[in-house]
């Protein structure tokens, strides 16, 4: 009954997993869809509503779930009256979706004022048609650039931020400075870093590999935790499952990046053990260079919530750390896995960059490669019937016709 039940989870998770694929609702891994109104990015909701701002058309308001997955919102009555005719602007068969701009890697992302944003929240709104349609588009992203900036006049090419106006000529500008012109890349005493992109991480077809994939997580993009972005409410992150429940830690709803220890200026750049980096970049994240206003706050009630989970699995697991320490109370025989104090951590890359160069610049040896991907608690008896490929998917088919 165990294998029978196995297989059948499996085939159900396998066919969700191919419509998933066909239809793509959720945007590209390094790009997915979000909805504005559940994050509590947006003003002016009412019950199932929200409005728009400086509506047209005579659309005044929307469903809250507007925008939040890949469909053809633009045609959908009365999303746009201008779709509602019989000559449809091409644009109205388009699939796309919200999208937070520090959190995506395709080329076409634009911002959007349809919504009031709340400001004091970390999303930069914008949405993108590509991560919806990649599969129909079939120029690169160079290409998809050129033709959209080459056309536009200085004073358009200025308002783009996937442009710039270089040489009385409107081109593409580079994926850093998309992010600098989205506000993404932090504070200049501190700025965000692409450790794929520095040549620092290995990558492999647009994705790196979590070291020891922790949770549930594995691949992810290579963009991840390269802008400021709430990485950990992404689906498919580490921690998605904490940050999607009733009541999740403050951390999750905060912007965050990864930066060079060696060349940030913060009080909270803490070190990062996610990938196996080479050893020239002093790999960290912070929190505050991703908002000016935080004290440091946020940076410490997640070290705490590391440190308390690394603790339940032992001193081993906790030593193992570089975010925590061993304490000990009033009985020697007991010990608490506790987060170090920022100035600790402040205290330890000041040592560790001593007489080393920041290799913000980039890395020139050949990056560690990382472990095996593997998901966790996954026995090596059902590898197969877990892999989402056709043949794993008929394999699992026929076993459950043979104990039927």
């Known amino acids: ?226 802008a400021c972005s709430a990485w950990d409410s992404t689906p498919g992150m580490q921690f998605y499952g904490n940050c999607s429940s009733s009541s999740p830690a403050e951390w999750c709803s905060t912007a965050w990046c990864y930066v060079d220890r060696c060349n940030c200026d913060e009080p909270d750049s803490a070190p990062s053990s996610y990938f196996k980096v080479d050893d020239a970049l002093r790999l960290g994240f912070s929190y505050k260079t991703c908002d000016v206003n935080d004290a440091g706050t946020t940076s410490s009630s997640y070290l705490r919530d590391q440190c308390n989970d690394a603790g339940t699995k032992g001193n081993v697991s906790c030593l193992q750390s570089p975010l925590c320490e061993l304490s000990y109370s009033s009985n020697p025989n007991i010990t608490n896995c506790t987060a170090r104090t920022l100035q600790s951590v402040q205290e330890e890359n000041s040592r560790q960059c001593t007489g080393s160069s920041s290799a913000h610049q980039g890395c020139t040896n050949t990056p560690p490669k990382p472990d095996p991907c593997r998901e966790p608690e996954t026995s090596a008896a059902f590898a197969l019937l877990l892999g989402q490929d056709a043949a794993g998917f008929l394999i699992a088919a026929a076993i459950l016709a043979a104990l039927a």
């Not at 989870?9 to 891994?29: I, K, M, V, Y």
């Open 1 to 226: 009954m165990a294998i029978r039940a196995l297989v059948s989870a499996f085939l159900t998770r396998s066919a969700h997993a191919q419509d998933e694929r066909t239809l793509n609702p959720g945007g590209l891994l390094g790009c997915r869809c979000l909805n504005p109104v559940e994050i509590g990015a947006i003003l002016n909701v009412t019950e199932n509503t929200v409005l728009f701002r400086n509506p047209t058309g005579g659309v005044a308001s929307v469903n809250k779930a507007y925008g939040s997955y890949c469909d053809t919102w633009d045609e959908k009555s009365p999303y746009d009256s201008a779709c509602a005719k019989k000559d449809a602007p091409p644009y109205c068969s388009n699939r796309w979706c919200y999208v937070d701009m520090c959190n995506c890697n395709q080329p076409d992302m634009a911002n959007i004022s349809n919504f009031n944003v709340n400001d004091n929240h970390y999303l930069k709104l914008g949405f993108s048609v590509r991560t919806c349609s990649e599969m129909t588009l079939t120029d690169s992203s160079d290409e998809y650039l050129k033709k959209r900036c080459s056309p536009k006049s200085s004073q358009e090419c200025m308002e783009d931020a996937a442009c710039k106006y270089v040489s009385s000529s409107c081109s593409p500008a580079t994926a850093a400075e998309r992010l600098r012109g989205f506000g993404c890349i932090g504070t200049a005493g501190c700025p965000c870093i692409n450790p794929s992109e520095l040549n620092c991480v290995a990558s492999e077809s647009g994705t790196v590999t979590f070291n020891g994939a922790p949770t549930m997580a594995c691949l992810v993009p290579s963009n991840f935790a390269a």
